[in-house]
């Protein structure tokens, strides 16, 4: 293990709340909860003015109204969280090539790989200025953890919570784990939990006493070993940079969840295309598709389906993709839905798949051309016509005469749209008729201002 706390760890404080927060001055100091809105909708996370009232991310919605009936409530934006997300990243690969994402919003960075520091103080020292650009460029804060290890880094961040940096000098692991609950340290559920409490064992420190063959007899051998190490605060796990390409992917997670069926295999049909084109792109094939769908409660399932032989091809890939989701059910909602090809060869077999190749897989090229044609000029259109547009709390929109703001609320054929900006104070609430035709939805606006030489412009582009 190595001997300067030079792993770091970054979690944003409140993220999806924070940055509403941000967008929408007349929410910041309240209690606001970002989730699903629908019946069976549950808490993504929530303002720590909303942590008081006992709210939590994965609550049903229900009880948290319950409990904190007069906060906002918030239907998340998911663009805008990737814009920040890739905004921190980018700050992060500044200061090592070695960057591990676990989330939107949380990574591990080894600083000693990319001599930006070295020993406590320059960790210390680089540890503050992160936190300060990314204030600057994002406009939000993350907490900083800095560490001799992940398992630390990750402890320390979670202690600096929020808006704080924790550096854990090396040689003092032990005695600052040992007063610390068993949950503490990473793969210890509410079962393991259970089970070490039923053996008296409560603290970090009491798995150090109770000795390894113990904690194997208790937990078996693979377990045991790994959880008495951790206890020890041995963690050599290193920092890995984004994996190597072992497949193609792509995914998207919609602002609303999809309920619609006929909608959930458009976008699987569309996701297939796209991930065909990455896939084409980089001169590869794949024989495994994979199929990911996020449902409206959090729970991921993963379907995939081996070929004989790798393809390319966009037909074979949607339909492939399509009979996994026949097996997948979509009622409740979707949130993610994600396409994949694995098992790649750097080549086509062209010659392989010439019998599969029909007249309507020839034709498949042009489709996918137009698809892209397609997807082109949705970006610039409104995704909804105005007839039917719903509006969703949180979302923003812009009003021919009174300018930009977002919707509070809706129903009844009236939409409540309160006008103001990231920068702006406070604004006022209107309410309109939903199908006011000087109202239309709007893009999120930067929730800093950038001005040329900002520390921004050089991280919006920054890549690995
Ligand atoms: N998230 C979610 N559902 C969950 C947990 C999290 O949608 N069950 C989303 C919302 C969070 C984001 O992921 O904003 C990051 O998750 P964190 O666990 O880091 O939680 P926060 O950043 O919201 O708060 P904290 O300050 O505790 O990190
Ligand atoms: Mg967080």
């Avoid at 063959?213 to 078996?220: H, I, K, M």
């Avoid at 081996?306 to 339909?319: C, F, K, W």
């Avoid at 939805?441 to 800093?448: D, K, R, S």
Wanted: glycine share 10%; hydrophobic share 40%.
């Amino acid at each position: 293990m190595r001997t300067a706390p030079t792993i770091l760890h970054l979690d944003m404080d409140a993220f999806y709340a924070s940055a509403e927060q941000a967008a929408k001055p007349s929410l910041r100091g309240k209690a606001v909860i970002v989730g699903g809105l629908g019946p069976r909708g549950v808490v993504a996370t929530c303002s720590y003015e909303a942590r008081v009232f006992g709210v939590h991310s994965a609550m049903p919605m229900a009880q948290a109204r319950r409990l904190a009936p007069n906060a906002a409530y918030l239907v998340p934006r998911f663009g805008l969280y990737r814009e920040i997300s890739e905004q921190v990243m980018g700050l992060l690969r500044e200061l090592s090539p070695l960057v591990e994402p676990l989330s939107l919003d949380e990574a591990f960075v080894d600083l000693e790989a990319g001599q930006t520091a070295w020993d406590a103080e320059s960790a210390r020292l680089t540890g503050v200025k992160l936190r300060g650009d990314i204030r600057a460029v994002t406009g939000l804060t993350g907490s900083v953890g800095l560490a001799a290890s992940k398992m630390l880094a990750k402890i320390a961040s979670e202690e600096a919570k929020p808006d704080g940096l924790v550096l854990i000098e090396p040689g003092t692991e032990r005695e600052l784990l040992a007063p610390m609950s068993v949950r503490t340290l990473p793969g210890v559920g509410p079962a393991t939990g259970d089970h070490l409490r039923r053996a008296g064992i409560t603290t970090v420190g009491e798995i150090a006493e109770a000795g390894e063959d113990e904690l194997v007899r208790l937990l078996g051998k693979a377990h045991g070993v790994a959880l008495y190490a951790m206890a020890l605060a041995h963690d050599v796990r290193p920092v890995v940079a984004e994996r190597d390409t072992k497949s193609v992917s792509v995914e998207d997670t919609y602002d609303v969840d999809i309920h619609d069926r006929v909608r959930v295999r458009m976008e699987v049909q569309r996701l297939a295309d796209r991930c065909v084109r990455r896939l084409r792109g980089a001169h590869l094939s794949g024989r495994t598709i994979v199929l990911k769908v996020r449902r409206y409660d959090f729970s991921t399932l993963t379907r995939s389906e081996t070929l004989r032989g790798p393809t390319d091809d966009p037909a074979v890939v949607r339909e492939a993709a399509a009979r996994l989701l026949e097996s997948v059910d979509t009622t409740g909602g979707v949130r993610l839905l994600g396409v994949g090809v694995s098992g790649l060869a750097d080549y086509t077999q062209e010659d392989l798949f010439a019998q599969a190749r029909t007249a309507a897989a020839a034709a498949s090229a042009e489709e996918l051309e137009q698809a892209e044609q397609e997807e082109a000029e949705e970006a610039v259109e409104e995704p909804v016509p105005p007839a039917e547009r719903r509006w969703h709390a949180g979302h923003d929109v812009r009003h021919a005469e009174f300018g930009h703001g977002w919707v509070q609320g809706s129903g009844l054929g009236r939409v409540t749209v309160r006008f103001e900006t990231p920068g702006s104070l406070p604004g006022r609430v209107r309410t309109f008729r939903s199908d006011d035709p000087l109202l239309e939805g709007a893009e999120p606006l930067p929730l800093v201002e950038r001005r040329p030489g900002d520390v921004g412009s050089s991280a919006a582009g920054g890549e690995g």
